[in-house]
Each structure stands twice: as structure tokens, then as C-alpha cells.
């Protein structure tokens, strides 16, 4: 079973800290993806990555950054949190060919006050 | 841009009945993908079903089954004996056969009643 992990469930943080999260896969995927959940606006993909070191801007890929240093391993950048950025956040992945399904993680729900 | 629409925020079924999920999206592509995923209440999102839009005939898994009307630009998820394990946020998804974006609708909550 393909296991895309998130490393928290729940965060808050403070306005104008610098956020991270985390989401590992165990599958060797060569697509990693981060998504933005919003009630009413279902998901909104923030940035993805086809390959180490390689990433692309999503649809709404402001005040945010990504990294991937390793091909399982893409990590989400708040440089600065701010309330606007209060949401829960979901990672995924897939194989190079995204006509295969995308395997999704649980979800971090992040407060920024 | 494409856009997918999901028109029902809510949907509510009695188990062991039917009920259908609606989703409109717009295109100019000919050729693309098309998803239904579930979201358990805290729970990971699964894919449930796939459409390729050159297959002419619907995809069925199990108790799933769509109603795709490629004229009509219509993607609807018909679920049979609803369980109560059915409960959840349905989204649409719509993928591009050249990129690696899907397209999200804001999703329906389906509420099944024992």
C-alpha cells in the first residue's frame, strides 16, 4: 500500500513565523503535489514537483515555497505565516504518468493567529 | 482555464437507497481525465472511480458507477445501496492528458441515514 505521510495533524502557529510542513511517500513517486483545502473552494494545488530539485507554481503559489532535496521527501514554506493562511493543507502523490491515481496524505490543519 | 462545478454542497440518502452526485467542468481539451475522490471524516482522501474521455462506455467499481456526458460536459457519480461507510465529502476532478494538475470542484458532503 502506497503510505503518504504528513508530519503533523494539527499546527498553530503565529502570525510571521516561518512554517514548515512535511510529507514523505513511500512509493518512489515521481510526482509530489501540495493542495490547499478551503470549505466551498474544494482543493487548490499550491505547487508540485515531477522530480528532485524540479517544481512548479500551482494555482495559488503565493506566500508559500517548496523543497524537495530527496525523491521521497517535499516539504511546504511558510516564509511568513499570516491569518489568511489558516487552512488545511494536503499533500500527494502519483507516478510520472498522473493519469494514475493521486495517493493523498491526512491532512495538516494549520491556525495562524 | 478549466473549471469543475459541483452544484449540490450537500446531499443526503437513506441507506440501501440510490443517490447521485452531480459535476459539471468546462473545456476545450477533446481528450482528459476524469476522477471522482472521497473524503472520509478524518479520514485520507481515496480515489473512488476514473473516466478516460475517450472510452464512450461509463466506468463502474462495485457500488460506484458515473453517468458521463461528454456533449454535455457532465460527470455524475451514481452510488447504489448506500452504507453508511459512504458518508463523506465527494470531490470531481478533471486532469489534462498533457499535465500533472487535477482540477478540483468544492466538493459534496454526503450524509447517509440509517
Known amino acids: 500500500d502506497v503510505k503518504v505521510t504528513q508530519s503533523s495533524r494539527y499546527l498553530v502557529k503565529r502570525t510571521g513565523e516561518k512554517v514548515f510542513l512535511e510529507c514523505v511517500q513511500d512509493m518512489d513517486h515521481e510526482n509530489m503535489f501540495w493542495y490547499r483545502q478551503d470549505p466551498g473552494l474544494g482543493l487548490r494545488l499550491i505547487y508540485f514537483s515531477y522530480d528532485v530539485k524540479m517544481k512548479e507554481k500551482g494555482d495559488i503559489p503565493e506566500g508559500y515555497s517548496v523543497s524537495r532535496e530527496k525523491k521521497e521527501r517535499f516539504s511546504l514554506i511558510l516564509e511568513s505565516a499570516s491569518t489568511n493562511q489558516t487552512s488545511m493543507y494536503l499533500c500527494a502523490s502519483s507516478l510520472w504518468d498522473s493519469t494514475y491515481e493521486q495517493y493523498f496524505g491526512p491532512g495538516t490543519r494549520l491556525t495562524v493567529t | 482555464a478549466q473549471t469543475v462545478t459541483q452544484s449540490q454542497p450537500e446531499m443526503s440518502v437513506q441507506e440501501a437507497e440510490t443517490v447521485t452526485l452531480s459535476c459539471t467542468y468546462d473545456t476545450s481539451e477533446s481528450d482528459y481525465y476524469l476522477f471522482w475522490y472521497k473524503q472520509p471524516p478524518s479520514r485520507q482522501m481515496i480515489l473512488v472511480i476514473r473516466?478516460?474521455?475517450?472510452?464512450?462506455q461509463n466506468a463502474t467499481e462495485n457500488r460506484f458507477s458515473v453517468n458521463f456526458q461528454k456533449a454535455a460536459k457532465s460527470f455524475s457519480l451514481k452510488i447504489s445501496d448506500s452504507q453508511l461507510g459512504d458518508a463523506a465529502m465527494y470531490f470531481c476532478a478533471y486532469r489534462t492528458p498533457y499535465g500533472n494538475k487535477l482540477v478540483f470542484g468544492a466538493g459534496t458532503i454526503l450524509r447517509v441515514k440509517s
Open positions: 473516466q478516460e474521455a475517450y472510452k464512450q
